[in-house]
């Protein structure tokens, strides 16, 4: 095998874990395949011989082109319209709940973080990654790591699940929700929805969305029951049933052929939350593997 063979070969095996790194880094599937193309041609430029481990070393490229892109991302987010979702991320059927065990709830906790916290928590909580890795990739003493390390744990604790949802009980609440939302089933949703429960919606200013967070029980059903009356039962079909970002839910094609997702997380049986996404730009990669405007539910 050639030099560039093994090379390619090398970088392939490790591609798709990148890939995660840099999309639960930067939220954004499209810039972390942008970042790992990135990371594909310093690969190619570096002097492998000098590489003990390829794995370490290109998390430390795929980690500091994150951080760079890290600070205009969060600049951008500051005139964002409307609530801020990650780029849904589609779980293969075959492969079940997310492999990283990062859920859509979490990954929103991380953007409570400073840059370096994300990256320390990511890199070796997630991706276990040796500690001095993790400070050869930060630039930071072993010692400053751990302690950004335990200061994201701290953070992201609370938004564990405490009891995480079977995939068979997922599926099932989230094509009932389905069921109950567009046809305005009030009672349907009030035996779904936790009484703290609250949705956010993504609209990134391109198309109808709400704004802010919607909270509580009874705000919820009023509101469902209003779309319902607004537009109808024929406002939204469904697409597939399928996990996003670690949550149950599902694509559906509104009024007018829009597509969106829906994500739901679950406690105790009840829905405690809801994230819906909407922003076109978004939602291309789904957008691309569905079938005609026509499609409804699968049978």
């Known amino acids: 095998m050639s030099q560039?063979?093994?090379?390619?070969?090398?970088?392939?095996?490790?591609?798709?874990?990148?890939?995660?790194?840099?999309?639960?880094m930067l939220g954004a599937r499209s810039e972390a395949e942008d970042v790992v193309q990135e990371a594909w041609l310093r690969w190619v430029a570096a002097d492998r011989s000098?590489?003990?481990a390829p794995y370490p070393?290109?998390?430390?490229?795929?980690t500091r082109l994150c951080l760079d892109q890290m600070k205009s991302a969060r600049a951008r987010r500051e005139t964002y319209v409307g609530a801020w979702l990650p780029e849904p991320l589609i779980e293969p059927e075959a492969e079940g709940v997310d492999e990283d065990d990062l859920t859509l709830t979490l990954m929103l906790a991380l953007e409570r973080l400073s840059p370096l916290e994300r990256a320390a928590f990511l890199l070796h909580d997630v991706f276990d990654l040796p500690l001095g890795a993790v400070a050869d990739a930060?630039?930071?003493?072993?010692?400053?790591?751990?302690?950004?390390a335990v200061r994201a744990r701290r953070h992201v604790r609370a938004a564990r699940p405490r009891f995480p949802v079977a995939r068979e009980e997922g599926e099932r609440i989230a094509r009932a929700f389905f069921d109950a939302s567009t046809s305005g089933d009030v009672a349907a949703l009030r035996s779904l929805l936790a009484r703290n429960a609250v949705l956010h919606s993504d609209g990134g200013g391109k198309v109808l969305a709400f704004r802010n967070p919607i909270a509580g029980l009874e705000r919820l059903l009023r509101l469902f029951a209003g779309v319902r009356c607004k537009w109808g039962p024929d406002r939204a079909a469904l697409v597939a049933p399928l996990w996003i970002d670690g949550l149950?839910?599902?694509?559906?094609?509104?009024?007018?052929?829009?597509?969106?997702?829906?994500?739901?997380?679950?406690?105790?049986?009840?829905?405690?939350?809801?994230?819906?996404?909407?922003?076109?730009?978004?939602?291309?990669?789904?957008?691309?593997?569905?079938?005609?405007?026509?499609?409804?539910?699968?049978?």
């Open 50 to 52: 000098a590489v003990a």
């Open 57 to 62: 070393f290109l998390a430390r490229i795929v």
């Open 138 to 148: 930060l630039g930071r003493e072993a010692a400053a790591v751990r302690q950004l």
């Open 4 to 24: 560039a063979d093994t090379a390619t070969a090398t970088f392939e095996a490790h591609r798709s874990r990148l890939l995660r790194i840099a999309y639960r």
């Open 248 to 299: 149950p839910g599902y694509v559906s094609r509104e009024r007018g052929g829009l597509v969106q997702t829906t994500a739901l997380a679950i406690e105790e049986g009840r829905i405690t939350a809801i994230y819906v996404t909407r922003n076109p730009d978004k939602l291309r990669h789904v957008a691309s593997g569905l079938p005609g405007p026509g499609a409804g539910a699968p049978t």
